[in-house]
């Protein structure tokens, strides 16, 4: 197996070898971005606001609070734990503490992912190149050769244009499956933000207005001075 392997490489020349390094740089992404979007800024959002809707309901919003600093790396506790800080204030207030900690997540999940296009796309391209210029040479070096060497270095020739093209269709495939996964779970966590940004707007202001059934509406801030 090691051994097919190093005779593709061989085989390929040196814009096989440079093509490497669009390769390695993808893998790279995949890695850093299922961390972050499996691990590090994902979390249960139906079980996580399930818990959320029940503090509200209890008038405990500091439990709440600290249900988010449980998860700080998350991108739907930073968005709700904006909007119980402003717990209450006005729906003006609330809104822009969640659209404010929204914009602020934003980047962090959406980051690198587009990147993995245009490797897919500089991938092919290099290989493509490769190819070109292996045929290049071999049709020059067949032109030039004994008869009895033609065939060979024709072979030789096709080789490395064929292990470059199907090299870069392979990178541009391996970016391509994991920009459509990547994507997908950041439109779900975006989504779920979303969602759940209103309900918590909406759970908040029914508070504010003593509209929980058993919950009297909080006591509002005296002015400032």
């Not at 988010?68 to 790396?73: E, H, L």
């Not at 064929?162 to 495939?173: D, K, Q, R, W």
Request: with cysteine; proline share 4%.
């Amino acid at each position: 197996m090691l051994a097919e392997i190093a005779r593709f490489y061989k085989e390929g020349g040196t814009l096989i070898i440079i093509n490497s390094f669009t390769w390695i740089f993808a893998i790279a992404i995949v890695i850093d971005r299922v961390i972050a979007l499996l691990f590090r800024y994902n979390i249960n959002a139906n079980a996580f606001m399930a818990q959320v809707q029940k503090l509200v309901m209890a008038n405990n919003i500091d439990r709440a609070i600290k249900l988010c600093n449980a998860a700080p790396a998350a991108a739907l506790p930073k968005v709700v734990k904006a909007g119980l800080t402003r717990a209450n204030k006005g729906s003006v207030e609330i809104q822009n503490a969640m659209e404010e900690a929204t914009l602020e997540v934003m980047p962090e999940i959406q980051k690198r992912t587009g990147s993995l296009w245009t490797i897919a796309n500089l991938a092919t391209l290099i290989g493509l190149l490769g190819t070109i210029f292996a045929l290049i040479g071999c049709f020059r070096a067949v032109a030039l050769a004994p008869p009895d060497q033609k065939a060979r270095i024709l072979g030789e020739g096709i080789a490395e244009a064929m292990n470059n093209t199907a090299y870069g269709l392979t990178i541009a495939i391996f970016c391509m499956i994991f920009h459509l996964f990547l994507t997908n779970t950041t439109k779900k966590i975006i989504e779920e933000i979303d969602q759940y940004s209103v309900k918590l707007e909406n759970l908040l202001l029914a508070r504010n207005k003593g509209g929980m059934q058993g919950q009297p509406a909080p006591t509002p801030a005296a002015p400032a001075a």
